[in-house]
Structure formats: C-alpha cells, structure tokens
C-alpha cells in the first residue's frame, strides 16, 4: 500500500488539520469538520490510523476541567504531501514543470495581466529561495 494515498474521510480530517494549522483534540476535530457528522470515536479512529501511515503525530495535551486529551498535528505540510504524492506516482521534475506549465495554461482565460504577473513573480521568489537554500547547503560542505 502507498504511504501518500489516503481514503476520503482521512483526506477531510487532514485537509482540517492543515486549514486550522494548531495542536487539535479528536472532540475539537469532531466539532470543525463540517463536511460529515462523524461522532468523536469515528474520528479518534481515523486519528489512530493515520498516526500510524505516519501522516499525524500527538503534540501536547489539553486539560478540560477532569478530562485529559491528546492534540494532534500533521507530521507534513499539504505541500510536502502533495510533492510525495506525486513523486510516489511517478512524478519527477521535469514532468512536474510540465505540469505546472499546463496548469498555468489551463485558466489564463480567467486571469487577468496583472495576475499573470503577480503569479510570474511568486514562482521567481520561489526559484530564488531554492537557490539560496541550495548555496548554503554548499557553503556548509
């Protein structure tokens, strides 16, 4: 089985985890998805299985009054898993360009110039930071 692919219902937790980016208990979790009425013990099983896909890590404890709880955070960014996500599918960089380009392509109808241009110098920064991150890394060798 593939470390990255996660069921629906574990996709909708993670997704909640990511979007409130804070330590959360399995009752806080029960109360901010939305998507599904699922009871705390449903949750609390979908917590136990992806800490064991390594996908979330307990990260503290909360004290309500007599009751203890464990809070959880994700062990990735939605990025990182994104990114492993498709290097599990195959996916290497030169393809990953490719994509990113038709992705690009694919709704330049909708966006304006500006856009356009804000959108070119976001991924310049991101190229920048890369490459400073990789001219320190030699620095240290």
Known sequence: MRKYNLSNSEEILMNTLWKENAPLTVSQ????????????????????????????????????RFYR?????????????????????GVNNALFARIA??????????RTPEQDEKLIAELEKMVDEYE?????KSKEK
């Open 101 to 110: 380009v038709a992705l690009f392509k694919k709704d330049r109808k909708q």
């Open 69 to 89: 709880s464990q809070q959880f955070v994700p062990c990735l960014t939605k990025d990182e898993f994104l990114a492993n996500m498709l290097e599990e599918q």
């Open 132 to 136: 400073a991150q990789i001219e320190e």
């Open 29 to 64: 979790l029960s109360e901010k998805i939305t998507e599904a009425d699922w009871k705390p013990n449903y949750v609390d099983k979908l917590v136990k299985q992806l800490v064991k896909k390594g996908m979330v890590k307990a990260d503290g404890i909360q004290q309500d």
